[in-house]
C-alpha cells in the first residue's frame, strides 16, 4: 500500500471507510493486516451509505470468521462481501490524489483572489490618497 499523510488527529482507517462508502458503497469488505507472523483484519460494513460502527475496526481472524458466518441470518444478509485487494487501494489512492488536486486548486483560487482583492483596495486608498 502507498504511504499518504493525513491530519494526526485522523486514523488512518477512519479515511480509509470514508473513501470505500464513496467509491464502492454499500457492502461488506475487509483486508488482511499482517503483523510479524500474526494476521489481524480490517473490517468495514456499509449499509444504506452509512459507515456501521464499530463494524469500522481491526479483528482476529476468528472474529472475521465468526461475523462473516453470521452474515447471511443478520440484518446485513443483503451485503456482497468484498475482500480489499491492491486493485481497490490504488483505485482509492487515485481518489485521494484526485481529491488532493482539487483541494490545491481551490485553495489557489482562493488565494489568487484574495490578493486581488487586497492590490485593489491598495490602490484605491493610494488614488484616494492623491486627492
Not at 33 to 59: A, F, M, N, Q
Not at 63 to 72: A, F, G, R, T
Not at 110 to 117: E, N, Q, R
Request: hydrophobic share 45%; proline share 2%; with cysteine.
Amino acid at each position: 500500500m502507498k504511504e499518504v499523510l493525513f491530519p494526526k488527529q485522523v486514523k488512518l482507517h477512519e479515511i480509509l471507510a470514508l473513501y470505500i462508502k464513496e467509491l464502492y458503497g454499500d457492502g461488506m469488505f475487509y483486508a488482511p493486516i499482517v503483523e510479524g507472523d500474526i494476521t489481524h483484519y480490517y473490517l468495514i460494513c456499509i449499509k444504506d451509505d452509512c459507515v456501521i460502527s464499530p463494524i469500522d475496526t481491526i479483528i482476529t481472524e476468528g472474529m472475521l470468521s465468526y461475523i462473516l458466518s453470521q452474515k447471511d441470518t443478520s440484518i446485513y444478509g443483503s451485503l456482497d462481501v468484498t475482500v480489499i485487494n491492491d486493485d481497490i487501494f490504488d483505485a482509492i489512492y487515485e481518489e485521494y490524489l484526485n481529491q488532493e488536486k482539487k483541494y490545491r486548486n481551490t485553495i489557489i483560487k482562493v488565494s489568487a483572489a484574495i490578493a486581488c482583492g487586497i492590490s485593489i483596495f491598495t490602490i484605491i486608498i493610494y488614488i484616494l490618497s492623491l486627492y
